[in-house]
C-alpha cells in the first residue's frame, strides 16, 4: 500500500484545485461546471501523485482519468457470454450483442479467477462471498453477524490517493436495495451483497439508491443533508428548477466562453434539467401508484429500466463535471431475485441461474444478461458521446469495469469470471480485443488499473501475483 502524504498537505492541494474550479451558485443550489478550455487551462487538471513526479487521476493530455466498477448480479452462461476467436479477431456471444457498436471501445476478459471467494472450509455461500470479494479480492469472514470482515476495495485504494482532487473522494450507487443488517446467504451478512465498495476492512460504504438524494448530493447546495433536503422543498414548494437559481450566473459565465463551450455548457444544462424532469416524474408516479403497504421512496422511478438508466446518467453527469473520478455502481448483488416480467421473464433472476442444464431456463437467463449488458451499453454509449476538455469522449478518458463475482452462474464457481473492461484509460489501455488469461487474478488487473490512476508503490493488491500486462 502506498504512504499517503500527510492529511494538511492533501487538505491543501484539495482547497487551491477545489478554489480553482468553476461552479454556478444560487439560493440553495450550486452547480459544478464541465471542464472547459475557456475557463480552466489544461495545465491546471494535473496533479502530482502522492509520492510520484507524475500526474494522478490525469491523462497525458492533462484531462481527468475516470475509473468506475460497475457490478451484475448472478454470474452468467458462459456458453453465450464468451466470445469466439482471440485478439483483436474476434466475435461477441449472443448475450453480448447490445455492445456490437462499441466493439472497438471494450476488451472482453476471458480467465479472470477470484479464488478469494472459493468455498474452501467455509462451505455454501457463494453470492455472499462473490459479492464481498469482487472488489476487495479479500476473503470475508463468514459471519451473519455485525463482526464481519472483508478487505479494502479497489475503487477506495484509488480514492484513498486521488480522492482529494474532486469535490467528492468517491461515489457509490446501487439500483438494488440497501441492507447492512442481518444475514442474506447461508451464514453470511448482508452487507456483503449489499455493498462492493469497502473503506476498510470492517467499513462498507452504502450505496446511494435513491435518484432524487444522488441528484441533491451533486447539485443541491448544503453543509448537511438536512440542508440539502430543505433547499430542495423549497424548489419543489415554488416549482423551479435548480437552473432558475442560477440564470444570471450562467449568463455571465456564458459571455466568456468559446463557440465549442458554449456549445458544452448548453447540452449539460439541458441533461441536467432532464434529469431533473425525469425525477420530478417519477415522485408524481410514485404519489399516484396504490399504496404497496411498504415505504418506496420518492424518486424511483417504478420501471427498473428508467430507474437504472436515470442513475447511470447521474454518474455519468458526475464525471463530466470532474465531481468525482472514481465510482462503483450496483446493478444488482449477487443472489439478487428481480423477476422481469416486463421483458417475458416473470421468474426470478437467481431462480433462472440454477437451470440444471434446462434450456427453458437457460433462456430465460440469458435475457436478462443481455438486458443487463444493454443497460451497459447505454452508459457507454452516453460516456462516448459527451466530449472532455482535450476532445476526446469520457470513455476514452476512462477506465470501466463490468463484471461480478460468480462465473458459471448454475456452478456459482469463481473462474473465469464474465467481466469487461471498457475505454481508453487516456491512451493507456488497448481496446478492441477478447483478452485470454491463464486463470490471472481479478486482482491482477486490478493492480494494473490503479498504477494508471497513479496510486503509487503498491507492490500487491488482494491476492493478486502481478500486474495484468496484457491490457
Known amino acids: 500500500m502506498n ?10 492541494e484539495r482547497h487551491h484545485r477545489l478554489d480553482r474550479r468553476r461552479f454556478l451558485r444560487g439560493l440553495g443550489v450550486c452547480l459544478a461546471l464541465p471542464a472547459m478550455e475557456s475557463l480552466v487551462p489544461r495545465r491546471l487538471l494535473a ?17 481527468p482519468l475516470r475509473m468506475a466498477c460497475l457490478t451484475f448480479a448472478n454470474g452468467c452462461v458462459p456458453g453465450k457470454w464468451f466470445p469466439t476467436g482471440s485478439g483483436k479477431a474476434f466475435e461477441l456471444n449472443e448475450t453480448m450483442t447490445p455492445l456490437t457498436g462499441l466493439k472497438d471501445k471494450i476488451q472482453v476478459m476471458g480467465g479472470l479467477t477470484d479464488h478469494s471467494a472459493d468455498a474452501g472450509p467455509d462451505g455454501p455461500g457463494d453470492p ?87 441528484f441533491e448530493r451533486l447539485f443541491g447546495a448544503g453543509a448537511t443533508a438536512e440542508e440539502r433536503r430543505q433547499n430542495m422543498v423549497l424548489r419543489q414548494t415554488q416549482r423551479r428548477s435548480v437552473l432558475d437559481y442560477i440564470a444570471s450566473e450562467t449568463q455571465s459565465v456564458g459571455r466568456n466562453l468559446s463557440a ?76 439478487n431475485n428481480r423477476d422481469f416480467a416486463d421483458i417475458g421473464v416473470p421468474d426470478g433472476h437467481h431462480f433462472c441461474t440454477h437451470h440444471h442444464n434446462d434450456p427453458g431456463l437457460i433462456a430465460k437467463t440469458c435475457i436478462i444478461e443481455k438486458w443487463y449488458v444493454a443497460q451497459f451499453a447505454y452508459f457507454l454509449e452516453k460516456m462516448e458521446a459527451t466530449k472532455d476538455v482535450d476532445g476526446q469522449s469520457l470513455l476514452h478518458n476512462s477506465m470501466i469495469m463490468y463484471g461480478t463475482g ?37 486482482a491482477n488487473m486490478y493492480l494494473s488499473m490503479l498504477d494508471r490512476m497513479g496510486v503509487s508503490n503498491l507492490e500487491r493488491f488482494g491476492d493478486s501475483t502481478g500486474r495484468l500486462e496484457t491490457i
Open 3 to 12: 504512504s499517503p502524504r500527510p492529511d494538511r498537505a492533501l487538505a491543501a
Open 47 to 63: 496533479a502530482t501523485a502522492p509520492g510520484t513526479a507524475g500526474t494522478a487521476a490525469t491523462t497525458a493530455t492533462g484531462a
Open 128 to 214: 455472499g462471498r462473490g459479492g464481498g470479494t469482487l472488489l476487495t479480492a479479500v476473503r470475508c469472514k463468514k459471519t451473519a453477524g455485525a463482526d464481519f470482515r472483508a478487505g479494502v476495495s479497489v475503487d477506495q485504494v484509488a480514492a484513498q490517493s486521488v480522492g482529494h482532487l474532486t469535490p467528492f473522494p468517491s461515489l457509490q450507487l446501487s439500483c438494488d436495495i440497501v441492507q447492512n443488517a442481518g444475514g442474506c446467504d447461508t451464514g453470511y451478512a448482508c452487507v456483503y451483497q449489499k455493498n462492493v465498495s469497502w473503506s476498510s476492512p470492517t467499513s462498507p460504504l452504502a450505496p446511494e439508491n435513491n435518484p432524487r438524494l444522488v
Open 260 to 335: 465549442r463551450d458554449h456549445q458544452k455548457l448548453d447540452e449539460y444544462l439541458s441533461s441536467v434539467r432532464e434529469i431533473e424532469q425525469r425525477i420530478q416524474r417519477a415522485e408524481t408516479t410514485s404519489r399516484l401508484r396504490p399504496d404497496p403497504g411498504v415505504d418506496s421512496p420518492a424518486g424511483i422511478p417504478a420501471n427498473f429500466q428508467d430507474y437504472v438508466r436515470l442513475s447511470l446518467d447521474m454518474l455519468v453527469l458526475a464525471f463530466q463535471t470532474d465531481n468525482t473520478r472514481v465510482a462503483s455502481f450496483m446493478f444488482a448483488g449477487d443472489g
Open 406 to 442: 460468480i462465473g458459471d452462474g448454475n456452478r456459482h464457481d469463481h473462474v473465469n469470471l464474465p467481466v469487461i473492461l471498457a475505454g481508453a484509460g487516456g491512451g493507456t489501455l488497448n481496446p478492441g480485443r477478447y483478452v485470454k488469461t491463464n486463470d490471472a487474478p481479478i
